[in-house]
């Protein structure tokens, strides 16, 4: 038996909108759904996705409709005629704060932390420093070519964003303090990170 706590998640969502679940798992998830409000307002919205983009002829529907779920539920709809980037939800690999104390000696000395996330052909290397009361975040996508890419930040505290030079770096403007999600986006590609907290 489930318990509460354990939402359905939203690729499971989409399978049963898509009636490709089995018969065992689809009584279960909609047992839960029947006693769980968020997931049966996810199991809603993304019924509303799917029938939008069966009756939209105009254009190809998107593809995964997890990831245009997933726009939807983070406040970014698209309009379901639009073609949608990839999206990768990159996954932290290195934290300087977690290592060894000889590194996070020196990382201490330098008041830099490096964290690094893998996001397929698009890994991230970030340094994150305290400036008089700010976090500055700078970083490159390790990749071959990211013309026109770009970098925000946002948070309940602050937003900032930049450009990727040519060698896909960025140095984003200062931010106060907070919790922030960082987003790349390139001209194929969009990749998301975790959550960032910055606080000292
Ligand atoms: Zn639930």
Request: net charge negative; with cysteine.
């Amino acid at each position: 038996m489930s318990k509460l706590s354990d939402h359905i998640d939203l690729v499971t969502i989409a399978d049963l909108v898509e009636n490709r679940v089995a018969p065992k798992l689809r009584t279960e998830s909609m047992a839960h759904i029947s006693n769980c409000s968020p997931c049966a307002e996810k199991l809603r919205k993304l019924g509303d996705v799917v029938r939008l983009m069966q009756t939209d002829r105009t254009e190809d529907a998107p593809r995964d409709v997890v990831a245009y779920a997933m726009s939807i539920f983070s406040g970014r709809a698209k309009s379901p005629g639009q073609s949608l980037k990839r999206r990768i939800l990159a996954a932290l690999s290195f934290d300087s704060m977690n290592q060894a104390p000889a590194f996070g000696l020196r990382s201490a000395q330098t008041g830099t932390r490096q964290l690094i996330y893998s996001a397929e052909e698009n890994d991230i290397d970030l340094r994150i420093t305290l400036h008089e009361d700010m976090w500055v975040v700078a970083g490159q996508v390790l990749r071959e070519e990211c013309a026109g890419g770009s970098v925000e930040i946002e948070g309940l505290s602050g937003s900032a964003a930049a450009t990727l030079n040519d060698m896909c770096e960025f140095t984003l403007p200062g931010v106060p303090p907070g919790n922030y999600l960082l987003r790349v986006h390139m001209s194929d590609v969009e990749v998301e990170l975790p959550q960032l907290e910055l606080t000292a």
